[in-house]
């Protein structure tokens, strides 16, 4: 069993910064591959950006590509997500999931395990 909990979170101005956290709890976390998805009022959950086990492969949406990084630190059990020139199209609930596996996945049902997930609200 894997436990996530997603922190950091919050209310900032478009063009603003926002780092969020996934601390993972269980065995074997260098094992998970891991990602963020989303998910706005009134749409479903889509995913944001992805990274494998060993953090040296990642993909992402292309709606976030070239203003967030995905990273992780094995030795803490944490993923990040940092996220620069935010926009109120940003504005959702963020989500950490993961699932053992040694390759990147995207995919929504290729994951097992979901954190309960952080608000992020970019103003205008």
């Known amino acids: 069993q894997v436990h996530l909990v997603e922190s950091g979170g919050g209310l900032v101005q478009a063009g603003g910064s926002l780092r969020v956290s996934c601390a993972a709890s269980g065995r074997s976390f260098s094992r998970l591959a891991m990602a963020w998805f989303r998910q706005a009022p009134g749409k479903e959950r889509e995913f944001v950006a992805g990274?494998?086990?060993?953090?040296?492969?990642?993909a992402y949406a292309d709606s976030v590509k070239g203003r967030f990084t995905i990273s992780r630190d094995n030795l803490k059990n944490t993923m990040y997500l940092q996220m620069n020139s935010l926009k109120p199209e940003d504005t959702a609930v963020y989500y950490c999931?993961?699932?053992?596996?040694?390759?990147?996945?995207?995919?929504?049902?290729?994951?097992?395990?979901w954190g309960q997930g952080t608000q992020v609200t970019v103003s205008s």
């Open positions: 990274i494998n086990w060993k953090g040296d492969s990642t």
């Open positions: 999931t993961a699932d053992y596996s040694l390759g990147l996945r995207i995919g929504i049902q290729e994951y097992a395990y």
